[in-house]
Antibody, heavy 127, light 106 residues
Framework: QVQLVQSGTEVRKPGASVRLSCKAS????????IHWVRQAPGQGLEWMGW??????????????ADRATISRDTSSSTGAMELTVFMYLRSLRLGDTAVYYC??????????????WGQGTLVTVSS | VLTQAPGTLSLSPGERATLSCRAS???????LAWYQQKPGQAPRLLIY???SRATGVPDRFSGSGSGKDFTLSISGLEPEDFAVYFC?????????FGPGTKVDIK
């Protein structure tokens, strides 16, 4: 079955950086982008950006373009293809405290959507 | 920019819910989706392409609309439907979300 399993809770001080991971399994990786979406406590959803796992190409919301990087690692150490996507956010601010989600977007369809989501990673930025 | 109304909708089980999502500019209806989020959980895709239900979504959920105005309807609220609902649009290779509508128990 489709799974997006994210890394665990992180705590950082302002000015620091954080790298989150999202391990995908149970589907053909080439058919989907991976997005990152965050949600501050009690707030709505904020789209951050996506990566094309095939090419490594990325696209970001303007407010994250200079602070965020998304990358991917594909391996076959277990005999099966594995995909892990990383989201790196630097120069953290108190306002970056949020739950960060990864989600996949099916490609080649006319109706863009995020059909499966990871469980979320809480990032707390505190002095 | 997407706006959603109302901010909170207080209804009783069995009642019909009608949630609005309005775009600041006309959008292709293929590019409008709806998600449900319960406390402590990740969002769940409900509707894509403005009116197509995602896999496993009960038929009491329906989406409609075009241009700037879109609607999510829930006919006969079940206890598990009390949640927050977000609309999402796609444009210029980017996604954006509305602020959400909370459906709570009256």
């Amino acid at each position: 079955q489709v799974q997006l399993v994210q890394s665990g809770t992180e705590v950082r001080k302002p000015g620091a950086s954080v790298r989150l991971s999202c391990k995908a399994s149970g589907y053909t990786f080439s058919g989907y982008f991976i997005h990152w979406v965050r949600q501050a406590p009690g707030q709505g959803l904020e789209w951050m950006g996506w990566i094309n796992p095939n090419s490594g190409g990325t696209n970001f919301a303007p407010q994250f373009a200079d602070r965020a990087t998304i990358s991917r690692d594909t391996s076959s150490s277990t005999g099966a293809m594995e995909l892990t996507v990383f989201m790196y956010l630097r120069s953290l601010r108190l306002g970056d405290t949020a739950v960060y989600y990864c989600a996949r977007e099916p490609l080649g369809i006319l109706t863009p959507n995020l059909d499966y989501w990871g469980q979320g990673t809480l990032v707390t930025v505190s002095s | 920019v997407l706006t959603q109304a109302p901010g909170t909708l207080s209804l009783s089980p069995g009642e019909r819910a009608t949630l609005s999502c309005r775009a600041s500019q006309e959008i292709n209806s293929n590019y409008l989706a709806w998600y449900q989020q319960k406390p402590g959980q990740a969002p769940r895709l409900l509707i894509y392409g403005a009116s197509s239900r995602a896999t496993g979504v009960p038929d009491r959920f329906s989406g409609s609309g075009s241009g700037k105005d879109f609607t999510l309807s829930i006919s006969g609220l079940e206890p598990e439907d009390f949640a927050v609902y977000f609309c999402q649009q796609y444009g210029s290779s980017r996604f954006s979300f509305g602020p959400g509508t909370k459906v709570d128990i009256k």
